[in-house]
Nanobody
Framework: QVQLVESGGGLVQPGGSLRLSCEASGSGFSINVMGWYRQAPGKERELVAK???????NYVDSVKGRFTISRDNAKNTVYLQMNSLKAEDTGVYYC?????????WGQGTQVTVSS
């Protein structure tokens, strides 16, 4: 069974940057998709960015040009570099991993963008 550990959230001023990390651990798994979702207060969880094993990525329109998802397959780790942060980026960010046999969510890390 895959377990995820997230890190990197926090409080940042508008225009600032944060980098989220998520490491998958366990045994005998092969990751197909790694990604990040977020949930703002009073809103549904939404996709932020995904990274596929083949190298392709996709982003929600609101973060294109500001956020970059990357992954280190050797370390089973996915990153989300967030630049030019806006107040509307505030929320709980969840790591997501899909293997051949399961989909796993992280515990979530709070990102707050405020002056």
């Amino acid at each position: 069974q895959v377990q995820l550990v997230e890190s990197g959230g926090g409080l940042v001023q508008p225009g600032g940057s944060l980098r989220l990390s998520c490491e998958a651990s366990g045994s005998g798994f092969s990751i197909n998709v790694m990604g990040w979702y977020r949930q703002a207060p009073g809103k549904e969880r939404e996709l932020v960015a995904k990274s596929y094993r083949g190298g392709s990525t996709n982003y929600v329109d609101s973060v294109k040009g500001r956020f970059t998802i990357s992954r280190d397959n050797a370390k089973n780790t996915v990153y989300l570099q967030m630049n030019s942060l806006k107040a509307e980026d505030t929320g709980v960010y969840y790591c997501y991993v899909r293997t051949i046999t399961e989909s796993v969510w992280g515990q979530g890390t709070q990102v707050t963008v405020s002056s």
